[in-house]
């Protein structure tokens, strides 16, 4: 068990659709890390927050957003679903972004999308 | 751009043979490299890492250097057990242009490594 909790563990919508996945990062963790894992991309980095703020953009797409809590959860917002969405999307916590610090992975949230 | 570029799988082992999965990778300055492992229906998990040139990285029986001169981060393990069946991921966080370290890891494309009795 890493110490990284991801709500749901598996969601199942239809195209069009808006979901919303929810990270809570080890404890002390300031730094969380979003990842998309698919079968044709495979694992991609997303987005970073740092202790409440934007601290990296990777390859997220605009109908995808993302924020970081004062209790330092953080939540990926997926809007106008799409099938090729579908995937394992992980998150990640770091006690900071330095880049010797170890990512701690959850257990991912598997969407799919019909 | 940063890349890592893993050996193509799957890897299919009979127990107690020799491991080695290729990873090299292209970034600028000098990247920290990790192995991660992905066991069915889990996260990833840090196997190893090095932050630096001829670092060793090792951890329950795998190892890999970091070769600056090669770009490269093999994985080897002198002899695999059943346990070990699992995705393999080399990954490397690297610098932006002003040569601050950022925090996303770059991701090969993973190793499926299957390990048979």
């Known amino acids: 068990d890493s110490g990284v909790t991801q709500t749901p563990k598996h969601l199942i919508t239809a195209t069009g659709q808006r979901v919303t996945l929810r990270c809570s990062p080890r404890?002390?963790?300031?730094?969380v890390y979003w990842y998309q894992q698919s079968l044709d991309q495979g694992l991609q980095f997303l987005i970073q927050y740092y202790n409440g703020e934007e601290r990296a953009k990777g390859n997220i797409l605009e109908r995808f957003s993302a924020q970081q809590f004062p209790d330092l959860h953080s939540e990926l917002n997926l809007s106008s679903l799409e099938l090729g969405d579908s995937a394992l999307y992980f998150c990640?916590?770091?006690?900071?972004?330095?880049?010797?610090?170890?990512?701690?992975f959850g257990p991912g949230t598997r969407l799919t999308v019909l | 751009g940063d890349s890592v570029t893993q050996m193509e799988g799957p890897v299919t082992l009979s127990e107690e043979a020799f491991l080695t999965i290729n990873c090299t990778y292209t970034a600028t300055g000098y990247p920290s490299l990790f192995w991660y492992v992905q066991y069915p229906g889990e996260g990833l998990q840090l196997l190893l890492k090095?932050?630096?040139?001829?670092d060793k990285g090792s951890n329950k029986g795998f190892e890999a250097t970091y070769r600056k001169e090669t770009t490269s981060f093999h994985l080897e393990k002198g002899s695999v057990q059943v346990s070990d069946s699992a995705v393999y991921f080399c990954?490397?966080?690297?610098?932006?242009?002003?040569?601050?370290?950022?925090?996303?890891?770059?991701f090969g494309q993973g190793t499926i490594l299957t390990v048979h009795p």
């Open positions: 404890s002390g963790d300031l730094s």
């Open positions: 090095a932050t630096k040139a001829d």
């Open positions: 990954a490397l966080r690297g610098f932006n242009a002003g040569g601050t370290s950022y925090g996303k890891l770059t």
């Open positions: 990640a916590s770091s006690r900071d972004g330095a880049a010797y610090n170890e990512q701690f």
